[in-house]
C-alpha cells in the first residue's frame, strides 16, 4: 500500500509500504476513508521532536472494516468506523474512569502510520467505535476531525471546566484550538475569547461560536484577557500549543480558582512551582481521552448539530501528503484532509 | 506588648513591640488566647527565604476581640475569633467562589505578627469568625489548628479530590499534611496511605484516620505506592511539602486521571511540562482558602467530632518562642503553641 513516511525533518514521502496484517487476534485492519495532519505532525517535521530513521506518520483516521483478529467482538468488517491516537481496551481501571489515552494497554497508533491506504488498529473493540452506517461522503470531515482534533479540543474544554455562565479563553488557533471554542460553545460557556492574529483562522473561530477575538500574545495576552474579564482573568482557559509562552500565557489568564485545560503537547515547558502555586490556578490536560467523548461527538456530527469538519481548508490526494505538511508549517493551510 | 520577631537566619526574639491600633475602619484588634509557630515560618528562620531586617512572625491565631473599628458590622468585641493568614473581604467574586487566599482586597496577617499578645485583622468582618460562645480552654488547640494547619490540610484534600472510596496518600508528615489524613478521613476516603519515617507522626496518622504507613521516599515511594495501589497510583495525593521531591513524588505516585493537592509552599520547584502533561493528573493547590472552610471546621471541632489540637505535642509561653522554633526545626516536635 501507499504511505506517508517522514526521512527526515521537511522530508515526507508517500512511498510503498507493508499492507497491515491482523498481528493480534484482537487487531481490526481497516481500509482508510481519510486520514489527515496533525498539528503534532509538525514537531517531528521541523526537526523539534528527533525523528528516528524513515517513520511511517499519521494518527487520525476514519474508514471501513476490512479484517478483525479472532477475539474481536463488538467490531465487525464492512462498519465505517473511527479511533483515536491511542488504542485502548476500554476495560480497565484507568479507561473506565475516562482516562483511555492512559490505558494500561494502551499502544500509540502513530508508530503504525494512519496516513495511508490501510491501518492495523490493537484493541479494535476498545478503540474503535462505528457510525450507525456507512455516512454520506460530505460527514466524513467532520467525523475525521473527531478523531483527534475535535475530541481533543473537547478535552480541553471540559479540563479547563467550561460550564454555562463561564467565560472562556483559548489560547491557540490551531485546528484543536479552534474546535475548542466549538466545545466551549456547546458546553453552555457565555463568553468565549478566541486569541488568534489570522484572520481566517478568527473567522472560523466566530463561527465556532468565539464572542471575542484577541491579538495580542504574551503579557500583552494577558493583560486584554483582564481586561476584559473585571481584572480577574478567565474562569476556563484551554492551552493549544505547547510551549513555554503559551502555558504561561494560559496560566496567567485565568483567575484565582479558575480552570486550565491544557492540551498542546508540552515542549520543552518548565512551569514555575512558587507562580503556580500563588496562580491558584486548577491544571490538568494531557493526550486527550478522545475515546471517552467518541459516541457523543459521533451522535453531534450525525444529527448535524456540529460541523467540526470545516477545519480542514485543504484536501489532497494522499500522494500529495508533503504539500499537505507543507501548507499547515507555513500556516497556509488549518488543516490538511488526505484522500487515500 | 510582647512579640517575637526574627532578627536573622535562627534568631528570634520575643521582645517588646508597639500594641497594635485601628487603623482602618474595617480593622479588628484581638487579645490572643494562642498562637503557634508554623513550618512555612520555618522557610525564613532557616535562612532558606530571606529575612529583610527584624520581622514580625506569626500568622496563626485565636483570641477575643478587643476593639472594632467604624465600619465593622458582624464582629463584636467580646467574641472569641478565629481567622487566617489572609485576610479577605469575603465579598468579592473570588472570595465568593471561595478562593479568599487570593481576595481581591487580601491582606497577609503574617506582615502584622500573630506571634504577640495582639494582634490588629483587617477585614475583620470577611476575616474573623466567631464561636458560638467562649470555648473552654481545652478546645483551644483545637481551634487554633483551624486557623491554618487544619484548614490548608482540608483544603489539600479537596483539592485533592478526596471522596468516598478514593485511595489517597499524603506526602509530608508535619501538621499539615497529619491533618490531612484527618480530611480525608472526614471526607470519607477509604484507605490513607501516610507516607513518614517519624514514628511519633506515625501514630498520630494512624489516630487521625492513616490505614497504611509507607516509609519509603522519593522513586521508592512511588514504587510503594503503585504496589499498594495495583500498579496505577492512588487517586488523591495530597502533597505537604513544598520541595521538587516532595511535589514530584506526590506527581508520581497518582494515577492517570488523579487528582493532586499541593499545599506545601512552594520553594525551588520546577515541574517539567512533558511529564506533567504525560501524568494526566489533576493539579491544583496554592495558599489554602482557610476561610472557606472555617464555619464547618469550627462546627466539628466545637461538637468535639475531630480533634486536630493533637498536633500541638509542645505548649510554651510566648516568651520562649525561640525554643518553639528551634524544637521543630529539629524535628523534635511537630508544632509547638504558644501561650501570650
Known sequence: MRGAVLHAPRDIRVEQRDDPKITAPTDAVIRLAATCVCGSDLWPYRGIEPVDGPAPMGHEYVGIVEEVGSEVK????????????????????????????????????????????????????????????????????????????????????????????????????????????????????????????????????????????????????????????????????????????????????????GHVGYVGVAHGVELPGQELFFSHVHLHGGPAPVRRFLPGLIDLIWNREIDPGKVFDLTLPLDQAAEGYRAMDERRAIKALLRP
Chains 1, 2 share one sequence.
Open 74 to 257: 463488538t467490531i465487525k468488517p464492512g462498519q465505517f468506523v473511527i479511533g483515536s491516537f491511542f488504542a485502548s481496551d476500554n476495560t480497565c481501571e484507568i479507561c473506565r474512569a475516562g482516562y483511555q489515552s492512559s490505558c494500561v494497554h494502551r499502544e500509540l497508533i502513530g508508530a503504525l502510520g494512519a496516513q495511508a491506504e490501510h491501518l492495523r488498529v490493537p484493541l479494535a473493540d476498545g478503540t474503535l467505535v462505528a457510525t450507525p452506517e456507512v455516512p454520506s461522503d460530505d460527514l466524513v470531515p467532520s467525523l475525521l476531525a473527531a478523531s483527534d482534533v475535535l475530541g481533543t479540543g473537547w478535552f480541553g474544554a471540559v479540563a479547563a471546566d467550561v460550564a454555562p455562565g463561564k467565560t472562556v479563553a483559548v489560547v491557540g488557533d490551531g485546528a484543536v484550538g479552534l474546535l475548542a471554542v466549538l466545545a466551549a460553545k456547546q458546553l453552555g460557556a457565555e463568553r468565549i475569547i478566541a486569541m488568534s492574529r489570522h484572520e481566517p483562522r478568527q473567522k472560523l473561530a466566530i463561527e465556532f461560536g468565539a464572542t471575542d477575538i484577541v491579538t495580542e500574545r504574551g503579557d500583552e495576552g494577558v493583560a486584554k484577557i483582564k481586561e476584559l474579564t473585571g481584572g480577574l482573568g478567565a474562569h476556563s482557559v484551554i492551552e493549544a500549543v505547547g510551549t513555554q509562552e503559551s502555558m504561561m500565557q494560559a496560566i496567567r489568564s485565568t483567575r484565582p480558582g
